[in-house]
């Protein structure tokens, strides 16, 4: 529901706008929408030049504060400004860097970089009267903003990177010192419980992703294309199993299977890897990577293709599962992490087991081979986005959860 009083927070990330990250962007418009009063600070600007930015990248990024574009004399103006006002907070916020740090030399000189960011988003969000800030993948900032300032802060975790490291993911010290935090999925939730002493399980809210369902629109369904697509949208990294999914095809194309072709949408480290990998299997023919891409030719792409295949080793809830199943593509992807909680095997979606070639090439048969079952699968899978990660309804979540840990014993909501 719509707030009595209207929300107003800052909101801390990583990078802002980023092809990676678009569902952040869809949640701060929809909040916006809903009355809230959402600021933003990233650490980075965009992942693009201003001119490659859709529109409503383009009006996210001339709103927001990016700390690495401030310049110099901002950043140091911040840092002065704020030893001056606050030289109690600037040094108790440097000494809690240091100490966190232990004595690892290298995660000292890394928190004092965070330290350094975190004293800029701290001034910019203090000096427009916010006192809670939010963030997606800047939560280690956030401790340090709030050593210095009076602020509080929230944050939503993704995993799975902060689960295979608690201790350096400071994930107790997160819980013990935060207002809340939000987990994407019950097993992130569980992972957060894990790591955190159980007096501060309290804390801890599921806040599901979503995808807007009359954007994502069911594509028509092709019972038997003359030439097989299958797509993978995703940064090309070696969490993603991108290799898994290239050996797949390149198997069934030894077997005779010559109309394939699967497309990765994506960039990052694994690319030259996978260029190996495709040139040495003479996968070329078959086997495209298509670079990273606005959401308006993702789209375009999610329409052409027959199959959303994502064969990750890794993963927290991905959004492009959701968007696949919200346009009614079949969807394959693996049993591990929150990825059960979005795919029913065999309901909503296929899922086989992360790392198995011979797995994941036997799903593709039976869905290649069968198109009632890819037609179930799909008008399964957009039903399932629609009552479980609807953009909408879980933002509205979202902001309950804001309203209900923001306010205060007697009612008022906590500026």
């Not at 992130?188 to 979503?210: C, E």
């Not at 028509?220 to 697509?229: K, L, S």
């Not at 090439?361 to 609807?390: C, F, H, T, W």
């Amino acid at each position: 529901m719509n707030s009595i009083t209207p929300l107003r927070l800052a909101y801390l990330v990583s990078q802002y706008p980023a092809v990676n990250h678009t569902f952040i962007l869809r949640e701060i418009r929809k909040l916006r929408t809903l009355g809230c009063d959402i600021q933003v600070v990233s650490v980075r600007g965009p992942d693009r030049p201003p001119e490659k930015l859709g529109p409503d990248e383009l009006e996210e990024y001339q709103q927001t504060l990016a700390i690495f574009e401030a310049g110099m004399a901002a950043i140091v103006g911040a840092h002065l400004k704020t030893l001056l006002s606050r030289p109690v907070g600037y040094f108790a916020g440097l000494l809690y860097a240091v100490k966190l740090a232990g004595w690892d030399l290298r995660q000292i000189f890394l928190n004092l970089m965070y330290f350094g960011e975190a004293v800029v988003a701290g001034s910019w969000i203090w000096s427009r009267g916010l006192t809670h800030v939010h963030s997606h993948f800047a939560s280690t900032l956030e401790l340090f903003v709030a050593r210095v300032f009076p602020i509080t802060f929230s944050a939503t975790i993704h995993g799975p990177d902060e689960f295979n490291d608690v201790i350096g993911f400071y994930m107790a010290e997160k819980v013990a010192r935060s207002a809340f935090l939000c987990a994407i999925s019950h097993y992130a939730r569980s992972q957060l419980m894990k790591a955190s002493d159980p007096v501060h399980w309290h804390k801890l809210d599921v806040s599901a992703l979503g995808v807007d369902p009359s954007v994502f629109v069911p594509r028509p369904h092709r019972e038997n294309p003359e030439r097989f697509e299958m797509l993978c949208v995703g940064r090309l990294a070696p969490a993603k199993g991108h290799h898994i999914l290239v050996e797949a095809v390149a198997r069934l194309v030894r077997q005779g299977r010559t109309s394939l072709r699967l497309r990765l949408v994506g960039d990052g480290p694994a690319r030259p890897s996978l260029e190996r990998a495709i040139r040495e299997l003479g996968m070329e023919n078959h086997v495209r990577l298509e670079g990273s891409l606005n959401q308006d030719r993702v789209r375009e792409m999610y329409r052409e293709t027959d199959l959303f295949a994502l064969t990750s080793f890794a993963e927290g809830v991905p959004v492009v599962l959701m968007e696949a199943m919200a346009m009614e593509i079949p969807c394959l992807s693996t049993w591990i992490t929150g990825v059960p909680e979005l795919i029913r095997q065999g309901v909503d979606g296929w899922l086989v087991a992360p790392g198995d070639v011979e797995q994941a090439m036997e799903a593709l048969v039976n869905l290649i081979d069968q198109p009632e079952l890819r037609q179930r699968l799909g008008k399964s899978g957009r039903l399932r986005v629609m009552e479980k990660y609807d953009l909408e309804r879980n933002v509205m979540n979202l902001e309950d959860i804001f309203q209900r840990r923001l306010t205060d014993a007697r009612g008022r909501l906590v500026k």
